[in-house]
């Protein structure tokens, strides 16, 4: 910057320290620039997520973390048009813990978790997630999987038990 000036204002300290303040200045906007297309992406986007959830009319809960509330921003935008079985599978895969299939069961909408075991972390918000997608004459299901004993068949002792890690018992591999 100040190659583009006059000689002899090179040198004055004003001028030096005025330039330094606003090359600091340029410098952190290139920053935000260069930062730019990660904010046009829901999985990336951080400094603009709250005009994003303002923008699509979603508060965040308090205490979330950037990825609940991204993820609950994914949705709320999947969420729009006609509710169709698709939508709603499509809505529950933008939920980041995943591993869930949508079925329309018996004129109610049953919501499968197919993932890990147990009762999933952050199921508030795919639960209001997919409220705004269901009509409400619509009831909703939610089906969890779990361990059971009868599941345990194939071990015979505690000593294979132990051998064995959560997802084994499940009929998995690791």
Known sequence: MLDNLPVQYRKDPWIMALAAAV???????RGEIASLPQQMSLDTVSWNLPVEER????????????????????????SSGKA???QIQTVADSWRN???????????????????????????????????VIPAHLAMEY????????????????????????????????
């Open 23 to 29: 090359e600091a200045k340029l410098a952190g906007q």
């Open 98 to 132: 995943g591993a869930v299939e949508a079925a329309f069961t018996e004129g109610r909408i049953v919501v499968r978790f197919v993932g890990p075991f147990g009762i999933p972390e952050d199921l508030d918000s795919l639960k209001a997630a997919l409220e705004l």
């Open 55 to 78: 923008v699509a009319g979603i508060s965040p809960a308090p205490g979330a973390s950037l990825e609940q509330r991204r993820t609950a921003l994914k949705a709320r935008w999947r």
């Open 143 to 174: 089906r969890f999987r779990y361990l059971l004993i009868r599941d345990l068949h194939q071990v015979k002792t505690l000593a294979e038990m132990e051998q064995l890690t959560l997802n084994q018992f499940a009929g998995g591999t690791v």
């Open 84 to 86: 169709t079985l698709e």
